[in-house]
């Protein structure tokens, strides 16, 4: 059975710039990785607003983030071949973006959701996405239009190595 | 010697905050609002209704669908969907069987 992990960040004031990576995994020289799920959501305004997000693949320059390590699902699992790290690159995973990096972004899936609500991405079995092992570009989870409002958001993404 | 043992449920909940609720009420999810693409529904008891992480197997989901147990405040509530749903003030959930009402009387999808 493939191995399942999460990459996600909890209660953290992200950045109000237009098309910042919240989420980013870049997939190494040793597995595939298959997204299962994404999720946004925010608990510091009361105040009902739209806010877009987007799943994009971006290549190098990637962006900078706090670097975040995979956590297993089930906890007999090994650790991820995906290791934390600040800069994007192969092989590496992080969250909540600082700075967008200069590579071409290219969206996969764009979406819109009241940040009362917050966003859940499930695919059916037939939409997940898939990234190959040496692929040069990491999948991120993006706010397109940037942060309506920017304290005490979680979010993150799921993925099985393949 | 003392032993912590941590439930995997437990440490779900230290992985996805969002699945219990806050200290306080600060809102009720509005009618058709669902699950996906909403992440949470938020009904008037202050629960917090969302999807849980482990994809149930074929024979129980909806065709052509994942589904995944419902978790409650961050528990199970033994029922597992593909879909959440709020209208006229009740939680439904689309399971294999159809759409299923939570009833707080029974504390279970009807």
């Known amino acids: 059975m493939a191995r ?45 607003n739209m806010e877009s997000v987007a799943l994009q693949t971006q290549v190098t320059a990637f962006p900078t983030l706090t670097s975040t390590t995979p956590a297993k699902l089930n906890f007999l699992d090994p ?34 959701f009241n940040i009362l609500n917050g966003w ?3 695919p059916t079995p037939m939409e997940t996405i898939v990234m190959n092992a ?24 799921t993925y099985q190595e393949r | 010697m003392s032993w912590e043992i ?34 949470i529904i938020t009904d008037e008891y202050n629960q917090v209704w969302t999807l849980g992480m482990s994809v149930a197997p074929q024979g129980k989901s909806p065709d052509g669908e994942f589904a995944f147990p419902i978790l409650r405040n961050g528990f199970e509530v033994d029922c597992i969907a593909s879909r959440l749903e709020r209208r006229n003030g009740k939680v439904r959930a689309f399971t294999r069987d159809g759409w299923r009402t939570w009833s707080n009387r029974f504390n279970s999808f009807m």
Request: glycine letters at 12%; one cysteine or more.
């Open chain 1, 134 to 157: 040496g692929a040069a570009s990491g999948l991120g989870l993006y706010t397109p239009a940037g942060a309506v409002s920017t304290p005490s958001w979680s979010g993150g993404m």
């Open chain 1, 79 to 112: 650790a991820s071949q995906i290791t934390g790290a600040t800069t994007g690159a192969a092989g590496t995973s992080g969250t909540v973006g600082s700075v967008i990096g200069a590579g071409t972004k290219s969206a996969v899936y764009n979406d819109n």
């Open chain 1, 4 to 48: 399942s992990y999460a990459v996600s960040f909890q209660n953290q004031t992200i950045s109000a710039t237009a098309q910042m990576a919240q989420v980013f995994v870049n997939p190494g020289t040793s597995c595939s990785l298959e997204f299962l799920r994404g999720w946004l959501s925010q608990a510091g305004s009361t105040t009902s």
């Open chain 1, 120 to 122: 859940l991405w499930v």
């Open chain 2, 6 to 39: 941590e439930s995997q449920s437990e440490a779900l909940r230290k992985l996805l905050p969002f699945v219990t609720p806050r200290k306080e009420q600060v809102h009720i999810t509005e009618s058709y609002i669902s699950v996906p693409p909403a992440l």
